[in-house]
Structure formats: C-alpha cells, structure tokens
C-alpha cells in the first residue's frame, strides 16, 4: 500500500504561484508513477501531470509551461510547482501514485485563483 499526504493548497491572484507537496509513504523509485489531478467543482476530474520513477515528466496541455513536477527523494517527496496560475486552475488537487497495479490517491487539497 501507499499513502499519500497533500499540502500547499490556499488563496492566490492570478498570475501566481503555488507550489504542493504530496509526501509518499514509499520511496518515490518503488512507485511506478507518480501524478497530479484535479478536479473543478461541477467536472471530472482530469489528469495535470505526472512523473515516472527515472524522472520522466509529462504534462496536460491546459498546464503544460506554466506547471513543473520535481521530487526530493530523501524526504518521500513529489512537488508540483505552479506559476502563472489562472482563475480555471481553480480545482481540488490530488496526488496519485501507481504501484503494483493499484491507485492510490491523497485527500486532496484545494488551490483557488482569484483576485
């Protein structure tokens, strides 16, 4: 099993930036993949970025420039910076991580864009 922990969410204006933290409980080398969802009141949720276990990043077209994904291995850490953030980033945010074919996701954290 693998659990997950989010933080960083809050209140920022357009054009700023957050950064979130999801904190595995597994070295991030053990987890096949790592990602970033978010989900938007009244839509689905919708995939954001993600990260492989060399280090590989892919991103959405709606993010991709403007967000980054890095890790810090020896704190079991994923990182998903945000700049240039939009009043339709606004979403509830969940770290994902795909290990030995299951999901697993965190609670959730929220990030509103608005001025």
């Known amino acids: 099993q693998v659990q997950l922990v989010e933080s960083g969410g809050g209140l920022v204006q357009p054009g700023g930036s957050l950064r979130l933290s999801c904190v595995t409980s597994?070295?991030?080398?053990?987890?096949?993949?790592m990602n970033w969802y978010r989900q938007a009141p009244g839509k689905e949720r919708e995939w954001v970025g993600s990260m492989t276990r060399r280090g590989t990043a892919n991103f959405a077209d709606s993010v991709k420039g403007r967000f980054t994904i890095s890790r810090d291995n020896a704190k079991n850490t994923i990182y998903l910076q945000m700049d240039t953030l939009k009043p339709e980033d606004t979403a509830v945010y969940y770290c994902?991580?795909?290990?030995?074919?299951?999901?697993?996701w965190g609670q959730g954290t929220q990030v509103t864009v608005s001025s």
């Open positions: 597994r070295s991030a080398f053990s987890i096949n993949t």
């Open positions: 994902n991580a795909l290990f030995n074919n299951h999901n697993y």
